[in-house]
């Protein structure tokens, strides 16, 4: 089953919050808690650790939300890069899952995008009636290397193979399922940064580097769309295999190294297939809308995440998943 498990972006609750609860959404997307509560005064724990979470899920829990994942993460540039101080971050990231186990936060959802994570090169280009939606275009970063360039596509996989072997038996043990998330954008390099989450093979190779179920992945759709002509496909292909642990909902327009955000209602994937392929795969994860547009006289304290144009992804999703179940 797919449970909608909204994004907490503000530090404490706010309006956005309450919208969501009047729209019926119970489970929530959460990040580490850096200053959302008063616990310095308290403990100098660090934001990963359990007073601070404990916290912040109680601050979760009193505005009417069931904490489920964690979309967040300690430093971990040198754990992706080997560097010197790579054990000292991966104990960390091993506290923080054996926290999210004693807790109940169910899902991690991370990365191995050292130096650039995520990348867009505009957050204001004009969608559909004018709505401001983000994009990126490949050629703004020509000559534009990164700190630290270049990093070799083959370091960052021993890099996630020598994480995994020690990370995946805590996280089962914790009870904690890992999601992977896809490069954003699936494009090797960027900046002189190397990529490799960016195929689906690549994805079967994560697997098959650490069988565990608790090995699994964020189903980014807007990621994986660029990757294959047939999402429904590979969402059947990991559902089926028990890996999609997360989902983010959204769409774009183009190729890797140049793309723009859509609606969830314009873009070029059939929406409703993905939801069908779900449902097919017998996937029981939650799922949260991603990028959305922001429309006029609307505002995102991030972008891609302003409130009207995230109510209609909301709505939109719950639209196909109770017309999918009939």
Same mark, same amino acid.
């Given at each position: 089953m797919l449970r909608l498990a909204e994004f907490l972006l503000e530090p404490r609750p706010t309006d956005a919050w309450a919208q969501l609860r009047q729209l019926g959404v119970e489970e929530a997307t959460g990040v580490l808690p850096r200053g959302s509560v008063d616990w310095r005064a308290h403990t100098p724990e660090q934001p990963w650790e359990l007073g601070p979470l404990t916290l912040y899920r109680q601050l979760v829990v009193d505005a009417g939300f069931r904490l @489920?994942?964690?979309?967040?993460? $300690?430093? =971990?540039?040198?754990?992706?890069?080997?560097? $010197?101080?790579?054990?000292?971050?991966?104990? @960390?990231?091993?506290?923080?899952?054996? #926290?999210?186990?004693?807790i109940g936060i169910e899902v991690w959802c991370y990365n191995?995008?050292?130096?650039?994570?995520?990348?867009?090169?505009? #957050?204001?280009?004009?969608?559909?009636?004018?709505?401001?939606?983000?994009?990126?275009?490949?050629?703004?970063? #020509?000559?534009?290397?990164?700190?630290g360039a270049p990093v070799a596509e083959e370091l960052l996989w021993e890099t996630l193979a020598w994480f995994l072997e020690r990370a995946v038996p805590v996280a089962e043990e914790a009870g904690v399922k890992l999601a992977l998330h896809p490069d954003d954008p699936p494009l090797s390099q960027v900046r002189g940064i190397g990529r490799i989450l960016r195929s689906l093979d690549a994805?079967?190779?994560?697997?098959?580097?650490? $069988?565990?179920?608790?090995?699994?992945?964020? =189903?980014?759709?807007?990621? #994986?769309?660029? =990757?294959?002509?047939?999402?429904?496909a590979a969402i059947r292909h990991f559902g089926e295999a028990g890996r999609i642990h997360f989902v983010h909902f959204r769409d774009v327009r183009g190729t890797p190294a140049n793309f723009v955000e @859509?609606?969830?209602?314009?873009? $070029? @994937?059939? =929406?409703?297939?993905?939801?069908?392929?779900?449902?097919?795969?017998?996937?029981?994860?939650p799922l949260r809308t991603d990028h959305s547009p922001t429309l006029a006289g609307d505002a995102a304290r991030v972008p891609g995440y302003p409130t009207l144009g995230r109510l209609h992804a909301i709505g939109y999703v719950q639209g196909l998943l109770a017309a999918c179940q009939e």
């Amino acid at each position: 089953m797919l449970r909608l498990a909204e994004f907490l972006l503000e530090p404490r609750p706010t309006d956005a919050w309450a919208q969501l609860r009047q729209l019926g959404v119970e489970e929530a997307t959460g990040v580490l808690p850096r200053g959302s509560v008063d616990w310095r005064a308290h403990t100098p724990e660090q934001p990963w650790e359990l007073g601070p979470l404990t916290l912040y899920r109680q601050l979760v829990v009193d505005a009417g939300f069931r904490l @489920t994942v964690l979309e967040d993460n $300690p430093p =971990m540039d040198r754990l992706r890069l080997g560097l $010197p101080g790579r054990e000292e971050e991966l104990e @960390t990231v091993l506290e923080l899952l054996r #926290v999210m186990g004693r807790i109940g936060i169910e899902v991690w959802c991370y990365n191995w995008m050292p130096v650039v994570s995520w990348s867009r090169t505009s #957050v204001a280009l004009s969608g559909r009636g004018g709505a401001e939606v983000s994009g990126f275009d490949a050629s703004v970063w #020509v000559d534009n290397p990164a700190p630290g360039a270049p990093v070799a596509e083959e370091l960052l996989w021993e890099t996630l193979a020598w994480f995994l072997e020690r990370a995946v038996p805590v996280a089962e043990e914790a009870g904690v399922k890992l999601a992977l998330h896809p490069d954003d954008p699936p494009l090797s390099q960027v900046r002189g940064i190397g990529r490799i989450l960016r195929s689906l093979d690549a994805y079967d190779r994560v697997f098959a580097l650490q $069988p565990s179920p608790a090995n699994g992945m964020t =189903m980014c759709q807007g990621n #994986v769309a660029l =990757m294959t002509d047939d999402l429904p496909a590979a969402i059947r292909h990991f559902g089926e295999a028990g890996r999609i642990h997360f989902v983010h909902f959204r769409d774009v327009r183009g190729t890797p190294a140049n793309f723009v955000e @859509t609606f969830v209602d314009e873009g $070029p @994937t059939d =929406m409703a297939a993905c939801i069908r392929a779900y449902l097919d795969a017998g996937v029981d994860a939650p799922l949260r809308t991603d990028h959305s547009p922001t429309l006029a006289g609307d505002a995102a304290r991030v972008p891609g995440y302003p409130t009207l144009g995230r109510l209609h992804a909301i709505g939109y999703v719950q639209g196909l998943l109770a017309a999918c179940q009939e």
